[in-house]
């Protein structure tokens, strides 16, 4: 098998892909996504929610306290679609709004005891696939699919992820 021109075995190799390289590379993205969300979107066609209710669910869980401005700026969806979806959470016990110490024209978001299990369940789907993924894989495949997303993020998403990643550090 011909080395990848850094010594790996690939038979590709990464300093020059052609057109149909990177459409292979689209499409293996199209459909890991749909095995991503794949397990969630089962759990959540229980309750009639959608991937905007899972990754507001994820987000509040990652960052318990956070201010709906901020949700708005991760998620990158109008204030209109996330207010629907917030809407829904709360009515359905998942997500509590507290109104902010400092300012009272802020909402603080939190995830119930219900919101909890259900963002765990979802997780725990995404984080077996993730897993099984990663250990076929290897560490050095972890370690580059990782530079790979961080590279195609948006410089404004990037910076939350970094920001989001040095909090939990």
Do not use: C, W
Not at 36 to 43: L, V
Not at 116 to 134: F, G, M, P, V
Not at 153 to 167: D, G, V, W
Request: net charge positive.
């Amino acid at each position: 098998m011909a080395d990848d021109g850094a010594g790996r075995p690939g038979g590709e190799s990464l300093l020059f892909l052609t057109d149909e390289q990177l459409k292979k590379g689209i499409e293996a993205m199209f459909f890991a996504y749909r095995g991503f969300t794949a397990d969630p979107d089962r759990i959540l066609a229980h309750y009639a929610y959608g991937r905007a209710h899972h990754r507001a669910l994820h987000f509040i869980n990652r960052a318990p306290g956070t201010t709906v401005n901020n949700l708005l700026a991760i998620l990158g969806v109008t204030k209109q679609s996330l207010n629907r979806v917030l809407r829904t959470l709360i009515a359905d016990g998942l997500v509590e709004s507290r109104v902010g110490t400092r300012d009272k024209r802020e909402r603080h978001l939190h995830l119930t005891d219900k919101g909890h299990a259900l963002e765990s369940e979802l997780s725990d789907a995404q984080r077996d696939r993730l897993r099984a993924a990663y250990r076929a894989a290897g560490p050095e495949a972890v370690a580059g699919f990782r530079r790979v997303l961080e590279a195609m993020m948006e410089p404004e998403i990037r910076r939350h992820f970094r920001t989001l990643r040095e909090e939990r550090a």
